[in-house]
């Protein structure tokens, strides 16, 4: 595709939900990041991908959250039990090179 | 451990005025450097980036940044500012090596008054 497509664009979630964020990277794009952006924060890194392999996980928070890249493309982030310490903007990248990522627009999730 | 901090929140220049955005970092060697624009609403586009050579670099939109390896800095220049300038601008470092994630700094909000 032309960039990186994340959907849905907003999430609301009821305090105990579990949520399932896409991501669809660039096309032909080997290496795909997650990041939590916090209001008035900038983005912290979640986890990284290389193909289908889930090489980093050390940004995740708790093991509420959960990524996957099943077949090297498109990628989900799972969060189980949401709450409200969760609402936050989720980012995704992809980077063809590791030298330069294009980010997409985002998920903002809201946890009631 | 990396570290970036942007130490300026908020700035508001006029247009036409020129800016100038801080960025110091901590790593222990000569990280690759970024610089991101971020408009309300939307993802994160790349101004410009330095991984090595001539220390002054071309970005975007007409932004320009410089780093100086004794202050371990890498601040943000435009010469003259456009109304459309008016986002959040955040730095960034990354490990030369490996994945490559970035560690941002807090950011810094950009406003722009006629």
């Known amino acids: 595709g032309a960039g990186v497509s994340q959907s849905p664009r907003y999430k609301v979630a009821k305090r105990g939900q579990d949520v399932a964020l896409r991501c669809d990277p660039i096309?032909?794009?080997?290496?795909l990041f997650w990041y939590q952006q916090a209001l008035g924060q900038g983005p912290e890194f979640l986890t990284y991908f290389q193909n289908e392999a889930q090489l980093d996980k050390s940004g995740l928070p708790s093991d509420r959250f959960f990524a996957e890249r099943p077949e090297g493309s498109v990628s989900t982030l799972k969060i189980q039990r949401t709450q409200q310490e969760d609402s936050a903007v989720y980012l995704c990248?992809?980077?063809?090179?590791?030298?330069?990522?294009?980010f997409g627009q985002g998920t903002r999730l809201t946890v009631v | 451990a990396q570290s970036v901090t942007q130490p300026d929140i908020h700035i508001t220049v006029s247009e036409g005025a020129s800016l100038e955005l801080r960025c110091n970092y901590s790593y222990g060697a000569t990280p690759y450097l970024f610089w991101y624009v971020q408009s309300p609403g939307q993802g994160l586009q790349l101004l410009l980036k330095y991984f090595s050579g001539d220390t002054l670099v071309q970005g975007i939109k007409g932004f320009e940044a410089e780093f100086k390896r004794s202050q371990s800095s890498f601040n943000l220049r435009k010469p003259s500012v456009h109304w459309s300038d008016a986002a959040e601008y955040f730095c960034a470092v990354g490990a030369p090596t490996g994945a490559n994630n970035l560690f941002f700094g807090t950011g810094t909000r950009l406003t722009v008054i006629p």
């Open positions: 990248a992809s980077s063809l090179d590791s030298t330069e990522a294009f």
């Open positions: 096309s032909g794009h080997v290496s």
